[in-house]
């Protein structure tokens, strides 16, 4: 249970950052991309690259290979999983939100369709 | 786009730590709750309570209204919202191990069943 807590705090903490999302997105989309190729977009240094790499490791949110001198990074998604379940308890507020909002639609089509 | 961005950011870091988790799960229970109330479970001070109160706020995960002397706190759960589709692009990673590990499954029970 305790580590549970902790993987959580470490997932939401990594993902509290642009530049993390941006890495995950671009794995999500391309699969396997070496650590220079996956610099190339951002207008940062690669050591700063680097950093959140470590973060999103440290998250469990990626793996990293090396093969000779290139490092391969692999997206890792399980721990958004969690994640998605911890948010999922609070998913009843905007589906009744929006529940009532087409209640309250078809209420006024009602209302405004000629009476027999 | 750079308000959603950084909204992101925020709900994000906000989530990342227990304890303001543990106060969101609490409001999304009870509905309205004072501050004091809020405070009574945790092993903290009540001004580290109000600092977590100040991160949740600032994400606009929850709202304070004071009557008197009395300050209750209310989920405001919409930023959630934009964490939980952000995250949804991943889903597909864990839906199809889950469609393999089935399809395997299945497999294994059809090859277990006598021959006719």
């Given at each position: 249970m305790a580590n549970y807590l902790e993987s959580l705090d470490q997932t939401?903490?990594?993902?509290g950052d642009p530049t993390r999302r941006a890495i995950l997105a671009r794995l999500e989309r391309e699969g396997g991309v070496t650590v220079s190729q996956l610099a190339q977009p951002f207008p940062i240094k690669l050591p700063t690259v680097m950093k959140h790499l470590d973060v999103l490791d440290a998250a469990g949110l990626i793996v990293r290979s090396k093969t000779g001198r290139t490092v391969t990074v692999r997206l890792?998604?399980?721990?958004?999983?969690?994640?998605?379940d911890w948010l999922r308890r609070y998913e009843h507020f905007w589906t009744h939100s929006l529940d009532r909002l087409t209640a309250y639609a078809e209420n006024?089509?009602?209302?405004?369709?000629?009476k027999p």
């Open positions: 939401f903490a990594a993902l890792s998604p399980e721990p958004m999983q969690a994640a998605m006024q089509e009602a209302q405004r369709r000629p």
